[in-house]
């Protein structure tokens, strides 16, 4: 069973910046495509960044320049450093996996395993 659960989340400033880690069970990180999600109050959870087994990464244009996906195998263990931090990053952050390739990396539907979710607040 794959357990995936975040932490790193909290209140920051405009312009300042969060490192989100998701700890993984298992051989996650190597066996399947990697990803984080954030949903806002009244909003449908979208992708922000995801990471393929062999390290290709892709971003939503909304996070492209600001934030960072990376993952180290030897830990099971997903990041998502958030510099540059604008008031609409403000979402409740999802770590999830269960791609096996990079196609629609960002499409909710392809990811089997979820984390519980870390909340995120920036304030202006």
């Known amino acids: 069973q794959v357990q995936l659960v975040e932490s790193g989340g909290g209140s920051v400033q405009a312009g300042g910046s969060l490192r989100l880690t998701c700890a993984a069970s298992?051989?996650?990180?190597?066996?399947?495509?990697m990803s984080w999600f954030r949903q806002a109050p009244g909003k449908e959870r979208g992708g922000v960044a995801a990471?393929?087994?062999?390290?290709?990464?892709s971003y939503a244009d909304s996070v492209e320049g600001r934030f960072a996906i990376s993952k180290d195998g030897a830990k099971n263990t997903l990041y998502l450093q958030m510099d540059s931090l604008k008031p609409e990053d403000t979402a409740v952050y999802y770590c999830?996996?269960?791609?096996?390739?990079?196609?629609?990396?960002?499409?909710?539907?392809?990811?089997?395993?979820w984390g519980q979710g870390t909340q995120v607040t920036v304030s202006s």
């Open positions: 999830a996996a269960g791609a096996r390739t990079m196609y629609s990396a960002l499409d909710r539907r392809r990811y089997i395993y």
């Open positions: 298992g051989y996650v990180t190597s066996d399947y495509c």
């Open positions: 990471i393929g087994t062999d390290g290709i990464t």
